[in-house]
């Protein structure tokens, strides 16, 4: 399945993983990938590979069909189905904004442990493609 | 960037001698322009002017149209009016522009409007627009909602603030709607309608968001030495501070944010209003705070230095934010109770303190003759300006 835009994951032998970029000069990353630094305004930036893992750093349920354009989603005529959000902190990386693989609030909670993973999407122009989100990991995976 | 008269009354002083609104709501078969043009002539009758006594115009809507096009309805008089779409600012940009121009010596009298109209619904900015790849609108993250429930979840988290509080923040905001004639939300909503309303973005119910709306407000602004020529009871316009965010501020519309902490813009123009002022917090009578819903007012109310973190729910609990209390915020009803028409949005914040300032607010007036007031606006990508009015 093709990704839902170049430039924002790439699979590894890992799993998949963001690509984020590093500042040279401070050490500062963002996602997604950026030609300067909005920390020192340098420019010597380098591609960078998020980590997989973090923790769940705020998080909210999406429960109405956001207006298409910009949103695709599944056909209008479809039962809208509530999806979760939330921000992951990369230890020492950044924070980044993310579809969740849980819509449910009692599965959510601020700290909670988190791993890259893909989820169905669909572009504009109907076809089906894959995005990134978090899931929660379970006490076992840690 | 914040012009501050120290005095108050020198010829360097900017005032505010006129304000007017177009009722906020939903107004079918009325422009957007033509809203913006009532409004302007509201302003300058309440001064007692004309269109032809206006030397310089700023003014803006974000989805209604440019200002300046109002001209043909106004008046042909050939002033240079400055049109400003600034999202959420653009209230607050126009009255930035307008106060430099008179404090540049540019002229004596000037005027801002600030006008929009929006279809029901939430917003749906294009990512394209915000310089954002289309797959963050295409799968579903390109909404404000979003990022306030988010905000106000881990805030809540941190700091202990509970839904009653929540809910208090937008009933409170309902009944001062319900004495404000030109507010659009008019009937009071209990704590408890508002905690079972619809969950829309967790932890946040439908009653606890403000709806994008129409409207528009306007205000003639005047140098300090020809204010009491004009108008009995000038308001004056002690400071106005605009910023843009810095690095890692927590902002709407931010695929990544930064593990470091950095100031909102909210913080950093508040505190130059203040220091331009030579006012704090702990002197302001009546303050509008952005509340596109109820957790943003919390959480303005700590940014802006009125409380510390946490302090909320304490101070909502005793009621110190209602027109009765020692801090009345949003008195007439804010965004919740007006809804949000974003060219408008800032500039009716200070047509209320202005009203309040003058002892002209009928059934939602402060109690004790109100001497300072404070305004607030915030929006995306991370914009914000504040005002500090004194009589």
């Known amino acids: ?142 | 960037m914040s012009a501050a008269a120290a005095s108050v009354n020198g010829s360097d002083d900017v005032a505010i001698v006129g304000a007017g609104l177009h009722p906020f709501g939903r107004h079918e078969g009325v422009s957007g322009l033509e809203m913006a043009a009532i409004a302007a002539r509201a302003a300058l009758a309440d001064a007692g002017l004309s269109w032809e006594d206006v030397q310089f115009a700023a003014g803006g809507s974000d989805a209604a149209g440019n200002a300046d096009t109002s001209v043909s309805v106004l008046g042909l008089t050939g002033i240079p009016f400055i049109n400003v779409k600034n999202g959420c600012a653009t209230g607050g940009s126009a009255l930035t522009t307008a106060h430099a121009m008179i404090v540049a010596g540019e002229a004596d009298v000037a005027v801002v409007v600030g006008f929009d109209k929006h279809p029901p619904g939430a917003f749906n900015a294009l990512p394209e627009e915000w310089g954002i790849g289309s797959w963050y609108g295409e799968t579903g993250l390109m909404l404000t909602t979003q990022f306030f429930a988010m905000k106000i979840q881990r805030y809540m988290e941190l700091h202990g603030i509970s839904n009653e509080t929540l809910a208090r923040v937008a009933a409170k905001a309902f009944v001062n709607g319900s004495r404000n004639e030109n507010a659009w939300r008019r009937r009071p909503l209990s704590v408890e309608e508002i905690l079972d309303s619809r969950m829309v973005n967790d932890p946040l119910t439908q009653f606890m968001f403000c709806s994008p709306g129409e409207g528009a407000a306007a205000l003639v602004l005047a140098r300090g030495g020809r204010a009491r020529e004009i108008a009995s009871d000038p308001v004056y316009l002690r400071s106005v501070a605009f910023r843009t965010r810095k690095f890692g501020s927590f902002e709407v519309y931010s695929p990544s944010i930064p593990v470091e902490d950095g100031t909102p813009p909210t913080a950093e123009a508040a505190r130059a209003a203040f220091e331009g002022a030579g006012i704090g917090p702990e002197d302001v009578d009546v303050a509008q705070l952005q509340d596109t819903e109820s957790g943003a007012e919390l959480m303005h109310l700590a940014e802006t230095g009125f409380c510390a973190d946490g302090e909320q729910e304490q101070l909502i609990a005793e009621g110190a934010t209602e027109i009765t209390g020692r801090l009345p915020v949003n008195t007439d009803g804010g965004c919740l109770a007006n809804g949000e028409p974003i060219g408008a949005s800032g500039l009716r914040q200070v047509v209320e303190v202005v009203r309040q300032l003058r002892g002209r607010a009928g059934e939602r007036q402060v109690p004790g003759e109100p001497k300072v007031g404070f305004t607030h606006v915030y929006g995306a990508p991370g914009v914000s300006a504040c005002t500090v009015l004194s009589r």
């Open chain 1, 1 to 142: 399945m093709e990704a839902i835009a170049d430039g924002l994951f790439t699979e590894t032998a890992d799993g998949p993983r963001l690509i984020g970029s590093r500042c040279r000069q401070c050490g500062t990353v963002t996602f997604p990938r950026q030609s300067s630094c909005a920390r020192c305004t340098s420019t010597d930036v380098e591609e960078h590979l998020l980590a997989r893992r973090g923790d769940l750093w705020s998080w909210t349920v999406q429960r109405f069909r956001p207006k298409t354009p910009p949103y695709v989603g599944g056909p209008e005529t479809d039962e809208f189905e509530p999806y979760g959000v939330g921000y992951v902190e990369l230890p020492g990386e950044c924070r980044v904004e993310s579809l969740l693989s849980v819509a449910d609030p009692e599965a959510l909670r601020i700290g909670m442990a988190m791993e890259l993973t893909l989820l169905p999407a669909r572009r504009a122009d109907g076809s089906e493609a894959v995005t990134f989100g978090f899931r929660p990991l379970a006490e076992g995976e840690q």
